[in-house]
């Protein structure tokens, strides 16, 4: 992976080294990997209890009105806690959420 404003020469190095089947990543983009594997995984705990109780209504096939609704808040109030989980679960949809949280054993 190389980011569009890499150098001309980097470019043909990396096309190159594809053509091997080789894996090439630029500096900048190999460093950002790096920092994402030392970070420490975010812990379970940090979901606030709201936050696990619209995770478990999620999990349940609730859409957002209907996670407002049984919760009495409103849509984007559930929009904000569900953004909120996505970021402490490092990822970035509703089935990705449910599925981190299952494999980390937030839901039965």
Do not use: M, Q
Not at 45 to 70: C, D, F, I, P, Q
Not at 86 to 98: E, F, P
């Amino acid at each position: 992976f190389l980011l569009k404003d890499s150098p001309r020469e980097e470019v043909f190095r990396a096309v190159r080294a594809a053509a091997v089947g080789e894996t090439v990543l630029s500096p900048a983009v190999g460093a950002r990997v790096l920092r994402r594997v030392r970070e420490p995984a975010p812990r379970a705990a940090e979901l606030s209890e709201r936050e696990h109780t619209v995770l478990r209504l999620v999990a349940r096939g609730a859409t957002n009105k209907e996670a407002a609704a049984a919760l009495f808040i409103s849509e984007t109030t559930v929009k904000t806690h569900l953004a909120h989980i996505y970021t402490k679960l490092g990822v970035s949809d509703r089935a990705a959420a449910v599925a981190t949280a299952y494999a980390r054993g937030l839901l039965p």
